[in-house]
């Protein structure tokens, strides 16, 4: 044996090298489950043929033959596909997630404050509104809404008359509907644009460190104003079109599925809770010092609060704002309990009640709510990235 | 002492106070009751505001609510004629007599009446694990653990399902019901979560680039997508991966889908454990000879799980809501048996369901609401440990 030999590290056995461990470990474990799903996949097709069921996406373009009570987008039960069908259920869902996060926010960042109010009854309340909400299941508050709220609503002759025109009864919601005889597109077109228009502004405006109050006062001329020219350019005419009492039922206006509403006020309850828990835990986390600091500083309440608590609190709510936002989302689909047609119910309900083609179709839906998940969550890196807390 | 003392400082002079006056009493407005009305409740003009308009929502809410679950309610009956309006009833609140009639129901299900006594058991064994694992003190809670998580699961299925050599009948899953299923789901869901939940977390946290993908493939997957949609994939798929022979029953698909979808959840928690241990410690053990195993069990785990006790606890909480999902694939849980007995057209009356929920909602709070503050006192206790 000679002396360069031995000043090399220590030879290991084989079997204790920890790298041909990780190595075994690894393969066999691949190995283990490309043969699971080799074994699972002609197990599938055996079924698939036993049971006579079909497989394959032709479904897709076959004729649908069901009918949905709220379709947003052009459908009909004789013309309309499968396929077409999943893009209404698609939109209903993401219309319900859309107005319930908004409203969820706003319920929850108000019972949030509401939780830390030096007002020891306000307090108390909201606290109580939280811990009551949280800790009954969300199936049980949508099933109570629409059963036992909604549906011993008074029928459309006893409709409970709503302040500003609208009716409420058994068979839903109606609504005034604005009503710009036909040039709604544009003006539309128009907010949007001046909504971006806005955004960018403000981008700019904390790029460049102008004043960010120019930037609001801007933005807000963008977003107001460009509809407005668009309104004055078409020449519309605004006016809402009110529901009316007919002899069987309410004619005009928006008419609002009862299911829906059960839907919505369900999960805005239900996430309210949980966002005003992470509204106040963020609020929570900014220290007291920085509160006297501001005011040591001269600041006033208001820019106490703008300047210094509020961007310090949001670093710390909305990472978990966003998962509830997700919950949410994912939550819609308890839709399917009380019959409104959102995806799930729609697809995975409907369409695989009537095509059989079980493995495809609730593949698809699971592929939706994990895009919409990971595109949420990709986005919320890139903002985590940015807000960071610049570090040495 | 103190009298020379006063009379110097006072230098003698008769009008110069020698000793400090007498406080006054506070003022009348900053002590007892209207004190605190005023530091808590009419501090500033807006607070006042809000103050009235809360206390005129209460009065709207609160005593209609109390007369519908309390003073209007009607406790005793044999079928509807009781909960429905009549002239001696001329308001009629909650129909607790329909919640007393079905509670059997809602407890058992359809389990046979003469082998209700092995659900009771069940309940027993079952409060009694509870009860070793979260009382903190409680004699040798390792052999508590090891009830919870290896005896009882294996003799509940026995006890439950049927065991013929013992003269227990074999009772179908399908006749089981409410409360039995509810608590069968969530055991189920915990006790398995559990390991596999460590284990999905150790292999996130793994160096082997296979196994740390797949493990953050399947936490991702599982938790992007709804629960529903995972029951309806167990549920309908499932059959369809096994062999037709082997086909399992309802109830299991159900816990199969409950399971993973807790484990993806519980394996974030202790990550975040396992995250919070310093790297010194894994140095430390290496140093010390220990291998990765031995590391884990004698210094890693003892120490992320102490700390994600809390979290643990409330992801429990949110798997106990999340049970009453397997209403979607047709098993008759303790909400599903609560939707079948309001359907039921002998107590068909407009206050039935508004009873049924009540009483639900009642039931599950107070299942979660226990739990939760339970895991808020752990992590006070834990807190006191900490403080330096």
């Given amino acids: 044996m000679t002396l360069g030999a031995e000043s090399g590290p220590p030879k290991i056995p084989l079997l204790r090298d920890p790298r041909f461990r990780a190595l075994v ?38 004729p649908a033959g069901f009918d949905i009570s709220q379709a947003l987008i052009d459908y009909s039960s004789s013309a309309s596909t499968y396929g077409r069908a999943f893009w209404v259920g698609l939109v209903n869902t993401l219309v319900v997630a859309a107005i319930g996060i908004v409203l969820a926010t706003i319920v929850g960042f108000v019972a949030g404050i509401a939780q830390l109010s030096s007002n020891w009854l306000v307090a108390r309340l909201a606290a109580g509104y939280v811990q009551l909400i949280r800790n009954i299941p969300l199936l049980l508050q949508l099933l109570f809404w629409y059963n036992a709220v909604l549906k011993t609503l008074p029928g459309f002759r006893d409709s409970i008359a709503l302040w500003g025109g609208g009716y409420l009864n058994n068979r839903g919601l109606y609504l005034p509907a604005p009503d710009l005889n036909g040039n709604g597109l544009p003006i539309f077109a128009a907010f949007c644009l001046g909504l971006v228009g806005a955004i960018v502004l403000a981008m700019l405006a904390r790029r460049q460190r102008l004043g960010v109050g120019l930037a609001a006062g801007a933005g807000l001329v963008l977003v107001l104003g460009l509809p407005f020219a668009a309104f004055v350019a078409t020449g519309a005419t605004f006016a809402f079109e009110y529901p009316e009492m007919s002899r069987f039922n309410l004619r005009g206006g928006l008419e609002v599925l009862p299911e829906f509403v059960a839907l919505l006020a369900g999960l805005v309850i239900y996430t309210g809770a949980f966002i005003a828990e992470t509204v106040r835990a963020g609020l929570m986390a900014v220290p007291r010092g920085q509160t006297e600091a501001a005011q040591a500083l001269g600041l006033s309440r208001l820019l106490t609060l703008r300047r210094v608590i509020v961007p310090q609190a949001m670093r710390v709510i909305i990472p978990p704002l966003t998962s509830q936002y997700l919950n949410l989302t994912k939550n819609s689909s308890l839709a399917v309990a009380i019959g409104y047609p959102d995806l799930v119910q729609i697809f995975t309900g409907t369409v695989l009640n009537q095509t ?30 940015r807000m960071a807390l610049a570090e040495r | 002492m103190a009298d ?3 009379v110097s400082v006072a230098g003698g002079f008769a009008y110069v106070r020698g000793e400090p006056a007498p406080a006054l009493p506070p003022p009348f407005a900053s002590t007892g009751f209207l004190g605190w009305c ?9 607070n006042a505001v809000l103050t009235v308009l809360t206390v005129l929502l209460l009065a709207w809410v609160v005593p209609p609510l109390v007369r519908f679950l309390l003073i209007d309610a009607v406790w005793t009956g044999a079928d509807r004629q009781a909960c429905l309006e009549s002239a001696a009833h001329p308001n009629v609140g909650a129909c607790w007599a329909f919640v007393r009639e079905h509670l059997a129901y809602f407890t058992y299900g359809s389990y046979p009446i003469d082998g209700r006594w092995r659900v009771d058991l069940f309940f027993i064994m079952l409060a009694v694990g509870i009860g070793w694992l979260l009382w903190l003190d409680a004699p040798r809670r390792d052999l508590g653990a090891l009830y919870f998580f290896g005896i009882f699961p294996i003799v509940s299925f026995f006890l439950l399902y049927g065991l013929p050599p013992l003269g227990l009948e074999v009772v179908d899953t399908s006749r089981w019901g409410g409360m039995l299923i509810t608590l069968v789901v969530a055991v189920v869901g915990i006790v398995t979560s559990m390991p596999l939940g460590i284990l999905l977390a150790l292999g996130r946290r793994s160096r082997m680039p296979a196994v740390k993908t797949l493990s953050v493939i399947f936490i991702e997957f599982v938790r992007g997508v709804p629960l529903i949609t995972v029951l309806f994939m167990a549920s309908v798929m499932l059959p369809l991966f096994l062999p037709q022979e082997y086909s399992p029953d309802k109830l299991v698909r159900a816990l199969v889908g409950v399971s ?26 290496s140093a010390l000879g220990l291998g990765y195993w031995r590391t884990l069990h004698l210094v890693v785990l003892p120490q992320a799980l102490r700390i994600t006790i809390p979290n643990i606890l409330n992801s429990y909480v949110a798997l106990f809501k999340d049970t009453t999902l397997v209403f979607f694939v047709g098993i008759f849980d303790f909400l599903k048996t609560i939707e079948t007995a309001r359907a039921n057209p002998l107590w068909a009356t407009p206050v039935t369901s508004a009873s049924g929920y009540a009483f639900a909602a009642l039931v599950y709070f107070v299942c979660c609401y226990s739990m939760s503050r339970y895991a808020a006192g752990v992590e006070r206790r834990l807190a006191v440990g900490d403080r330096r």
Avoid at chain 2, 262 to 282: C, D, F, H, T
């Fill in chain 1, 25 to 62: 470990i690894q393969v066999a474990l691949c190995a283990a489950l490309a043969w699971i799903a080799y074994e699972l996949e002609e197990e599938v097709r055996a079924n698939l043929v036993r049971n006579h069921l079909s497989s394959g996406f032709g479904f897709w373009s076959q």
């Fill in chain 1, 356 to 385: 059989g083609n079980a493995v495809e179709i609730v593949a698809i839906t699971m592929a939706v709510y994990l895009v919409i998940s990971l595109v949420t969550s990709f986005a919320m890196n890139i903002y985590n990235a």
């Fill in chain 2, 4 to 6: 020379a003392q006063a």
């Fill in chain 2, 38 to 46: 005023r530091a808590n409740l009419f501090g500033t003009p807006f």
């Fill in chain 2, 260 to 285: 993973l979808f807790s484990a993806a959840y519980m394996a974030e928690v202790v990550r975040a454990g396992l995250q919070a241990i310093p790297k010194g410690q894994w140095e430390a053990a």
